[in-house]
């Protein structure tokens, strides 16, 4: 009688503890492949923002002219009273971006960040973006008539494929597809109602 009773409590330890090993070696790999494709969907989903474009090639604008205004000062410090007219045509482009800008900043919110990455702080920012994982610009309310082109470090166009389709969010997206690797320029083209035809351009960097 006490063995008969012994083989039921046995048996069910057995497959306690059968049951408990399998769970720890399932999950984990359960785990790795849910990570992979979460990570998966998320490169798979990578857009820039014409915002976001605009913006770091607006910024990196008044960064140049702003060492080109430091330049003509000391000239003209120096007596090259030449160079006067070509100061007031530095602060008259400094003064159209920077209004730009503030349109840019004050536009209704998205995902995106503004000020994005790498220009929190103005003087320091880096316009460059690396567009190995992009796979598109949101077409945003804010703009029309987007047109774009990649250019290698010479500024030569490069073969770019671009179509328009709706995301799962329902956002418009211009998707490219360039079989162009190594540093290029990025230029965007689009209609504002303030500000009319704008032209951007950031470096860039597309590794395969």
């Given amino acids: 009688m006490k063995n008969t009773n012994l083989i039921p409590l046995v048996l069910s330890l057995i497959m306690m503890f ?72 530095n602060q008259k482009d400094q003064r159209w971006l920077n209004d730009f800008k503030e349109y840019l900043l004050k536009l209704p919110d998205t995902p995106v960040r503004i000020p994005p990455k790498g220009c929190l702080e103005e003087f320091n920012c880096d316009p460059k973006r690396d567009l190995s994982a992009v796979n598109g610009i949101i077409l945003e309310d804010s703009f029309k008539e987007l047109r774009m082109e990649i250019a290698d470090s010479k500024n030569n166009s490069v073969e770019t494929k671009t179509k328009t389709i709706k995301n799962d969010n329902g956002e418009m997206v211009m998707l490219f597809d360039t079989k162009f690797e190594g540093s290029g320029y990025l230029q965007i083209t689009t209609n504002t109602d303030k500000f009319g035809r704008i032209t951007s351009e950031i470096p860039i960097f597309i590794s395969k």
């Avoid at 399932?26 to 474009?53: C, H, S, W």
């Avoid at 770091?56 to 702003?66: D, F, H």
């Fill in 18 to 89: 059968s049951c408990t090993s399998q769970e720890e070696l399932i999950d984990p790999e359960m785990a790795v492949t849910q990570f992979k494709t979460e990570k998966g969907a998320q490169e798979e989903n990578t857009y820039l923002y014409e915002r976001e474009i605009h913006y770091l090639s607006t910024v990196s604008k008044i960064n140049t002219l702003n060492e080109e205004k430091e330049a003509i000062l000391i000239a003209i410090e120096n007596g090259d009273k030449s160079l006067v007219e070509k100061l007031e045509k």
